[in-house]
């Protein structure tokens, strides 16, 4: 039987989290985490990524998770060159410490939902329950 948790629904009409379960495998999908937090956009593009990042791995944790169990990430950067592209790298370096990376994109594109928002990025992690 399949199981479905939505996890941080957003007053815009989207979830942030959705787990489901099945077979013994939870499968946590995390929705485009944004430089946004307390109230306040990043300054930065590094502070935006940094956000992004820590914002990602709360809701990784809503779900039981960690970021040694994401699978597959995905990176959306506004105006990718490849100074971006190396401190968003080095951003999740911070986070994603472990020898397994997951599986990986990074795409660059013109804006996102806010005018304001430099990176976003989205994650689907895996764990045994």
Known sequence: MLTKEFIHPHPMGFTNTVAYTAQGVKTIVVSGQVGYADGRF?????????????????????????VEDVIKLNSY??????????TLSQVKAKFFTQTDQPASTLIGISA??????????????????
């Open 112 to 129: 996102l939902v806010m005018k304001q928002l430099q990176v976003e990025i989205e994650a689907t992690a895996v764990i045994e329950v």
């Open 77 to 86: 950067v506004v105006d990718l060159d490849s100074q971006r592209s190396k």
């Open 42 to 66: 990043g300054e930065t593009f590094e502070e935006q990524a940094e956000m992004a990042h820590r914002n990602l791995v709360g809701e990784l944790a809503a779900a039981g998770a960690g």
